[in-house]
């Protein structure tokens, strides 16, 4: 059984920065991909960003260059670094357990509960 638990989330002012972590149970998350989704008052959830197995990253366009994703292995964690962050970042972010297949295609099989992100002006 896979639990994924976030944590991180708070109110930040616009242009600060956030790390986001996500505890995973299980020995699959060696050889599993990692992702962060967010989904925002009344919008669907959308993907942020996702690393493969081997380290390799995927971020959405709304985010390149603010975000960075990246996982220890040895500690079952994977993060979320979030720079210069805008009031459009504010969502509830989701960290999640899936498969990928090169760089660019993730799916998510697992999810955690969340944590908010608000950003203030």
């Known amino acids: 059984q896979v639990q994924l638990v976030e944590s991180g989330g708070g109110l930040v002012q616009a242009g600060g920065s956030l790390r986001l972590s996500c505890a995973a149970s299980?020995?699959?998350?060696?050889?599993?991909?990692m992702g962060w989704y967010r989904q925002a008052p009344g919008k669907q959830r959308e993907f942020v960003a996702a690393i493969t197995s081997g380290d390799r990253p995927n971020y959405a366009d709304s985010v390149k260059g603010r975000f960075t994703i990246s996982r220890d292995n040895g500690k079952n964690l994977v993060y979320l670094q979030m720079n210069s962050l805008k009031p459009e970042d504010t969502a509830v972010y989701y960290c999640?357990?899936?498969?990928?297949?090169?760089?660019?295609?993730?799916?998510?099989?697992?999810w955690g509960q969340g944590t908010q992100v608000t950003v203030s002006s």
């Open positions: 299980g020995s699959i998350f060696r050889i599993a991909a």
């Open positions: 999640s357990l899936g498969r990928s297949r090169g760089s660019t295609y993730y799916e998510a099989d697992y």
